[in-house]
């Protein structure tokens, strides 16, 4: 007894130290200038948001080692900011001024990102007028994409163009594009995506605003706080590492400072960001409007937000009037709203 004992031991021994000598099959070595030295950098799956691993920056790089069974798309994080995007799948990946090397997927979607930069840059040489040659290039882009992205559907690549492509969708093009590859329904970020038409059909022009609240440091705020109390009220859906929301600000500054005076409020809601860089760009900016930070995907995912920035018009009751202008057609519903309810209280 005490022999079979001893020997079941010692295999059990045998294989715990097999368990800690099976090594690990992937490597990460990344360098990046927004990598402070010291500072906590996470890997984050691209398609969940889950963090995967995290590391300490040190001597200039971030190193990951660990295990992946299957290849999946990645991007690392660090203080909020957005890092470098690749592919994480077996073998040592190197990660250096936004491409990724060392491993079959990452080359291959490294050679995509320089022939569309090629394209691109073939683009912009073109002259202004040259509709049909830009039209040709563009195509060229189009097909490439097509290409690529129906070439690599069951991997990391075809799911990340797929879901580019996706948000630009109509909901029966979706439908109709998963019916023929049901396995992308199996993404979170699919998921979303279809889940986006049910709420921009509940928070369309004409519904009543879906109220919510975001608490920061012990405060809570709720858009029911701004909207619905008799005034009109923008709403600017916004994140500080977002460069077309930045570039719309200037625009925004402009119809604040022309109707606040006229009985416009403006609302900034910052979402998708980290509270303290948002707080950092509202003072570096000087936006002179009030604020929700803090709010990450609570309203985006309320109100079916698929990219930012995102404008939305509340009409005095609470009504939705409508959202995502173009900069004319703002102006132009703001001017007729403003003077009327001028016209109204003179009466």
């Known amino acids: ?136 290039v563009y195509n060229e882009y189009l097909a490439l994409n097509d290409s690529v992205m129906n070439a690599n559907i069951d991997n990391p690549i075809g799911y990340y163009l797929f879901v580019q492509k996706a948000y630009n969708m109509e909901r029966d093009e979706l439908v109709a594009a998963l019916e023929k590859t049901p396995s992308l329904k ?44 008799g005034k009109y009220t923008l709403v600017d859906f916004w994140a500080s590492w977002c460069g077309p929301c930045m570039r719309k600000m200037p625009h925004i500054k402009e119809i604040y400072a022309k109707y606040a005076s006229k009985g416009l409020e403006v609302l900034g809601v910052a979402v998708w960001d980290e509270p303290d860089n948002s707080l950092a760009k509202i003072e570096q900016l000087k936006l002179p409007w009030k604020q929700i930070v803090n709010a990450q995907a609570v309203p985006t995912d309320l109100y079916g937000i698929l990219g930012i920035p995102c404008i939305i018009l509340f009409a005095p009751d609470g009504t939705i009037v409508g959202r995502d202008f173009e900069d004319d057609e703002l102006n132009a519903i703001l001017a007729e709203a403003l003077v009327q309810a001028d016209t109204e209280e003179g009466n």
């Open 186 to 229: 199996g993404y979170t970020r699919v998921q979303k995506i279809l889940n986006v038409f049910e709420r921009q059909d509940a928070t369309a022009a004409g519904k009543m605003f879906t109220d919510f609240e975001v608490t920061y440091n012990g405060e809570t705020q709720k858009l029911s706080d701004y909207v619905g109390k």
């Open 1 to 136: 007894m005490k022999r079979i004992v001893f020997v079941s031991l010692a295999a059990m021994a045998l294989m715990a130290c097999t368990a800690k000598a099976e090594p690990n099959n992937y490597k990460v070595i990344a360098e990046n200038p927004q990598m402070e030295e010291g500072a906590l950098v996470y890997m984050l799956n691209y398609d969940t948001s889950d963090k995967m691993d995290s590391t300490i920056v040190a001597n200039g790089q971030a190193i990951f080692e660990g295990k992946i069974e299957a290849p999946v798309f990645v991007r690392l994080v660090t203080d909020g900011n957005r890092l470098d995007m690749f592919i994480l799948e077996k073998g040592d990946i190197t990660v250096k001024d936004g491409d990724a090397v060392g491993t079959p997927l990452n080359a291959q979607l490294s050679d995509f990102g320089s022939k569309i930069a090629a394209l691109e840059n073939r683009f912009a040489e073109l002259p202004q007028d040259d509709e049909s040659g830009r039209e040709a």
